[in-house]
């Protein structure tokens, strides 16, 4: 099992930046695929950043060139940073992990949750 906190939402002025942070615990010593994912109401969840266990990276259009994901290892910890926010950003941000097949293939899927940061963005 693995336990996942999000941390760092909060309200803020559009054009303004925020990280996130993702702490990760318990069955740690394995290779994770890793991403983030937010839900604005009445909308859909959509995953908006992922990282495979390479580091290598991916991003939805909607934040891309803007967002930035990375982990440090040696803390367990994901995050995301947003810069030049927008109003259309507003949502309950989480992060989610699942083990890597093999030490390095991501199918996709996310076993394991956080529970959700509120970030608000204001005109």
């Known amino acids: 099992q693995v336990q996942l906190v999000e941390s760092g939402g909060g309200p803020v002025q559009a054009g303004r930046s925020l990280r996130l942070s993702c702490a990760a615990s318990?069955?740690?010593?394995?290779?994770?695929?890793m991403g983030w994912f937010r839900q604005a109401p009445g909308k859909e969840r959509e995953v908006i950043a992922s990282v495979d266990p390479s580091d290598r990276t991916d991003y939805a259009d909607s934040v891309k060139g803007r967002f930035a994901i990375s982990r440090d290892k040696a803390k367990n910890t994901l995050y995301l940073q947003m810069n030049s926010l927008k109003p259309e950003d507003t949502a309950t941000y989480y992060c989610?992990?699942?083990?890597?097949?093999?030490?390095?293939?991501?199918?996709?899927?996310?076993?394991?949750w956080g529970q959700g940061t509120q970030v608000t963005v204001s005109s």
């Open positions: 318990g069955y740690t010593d394995r290779a994770y695929c």
């Open positions: 989610a992990a699942d083990p890597a097949i093999a030490g390095l293939y991501c199918r996709g899927h996310y076993n394991y």
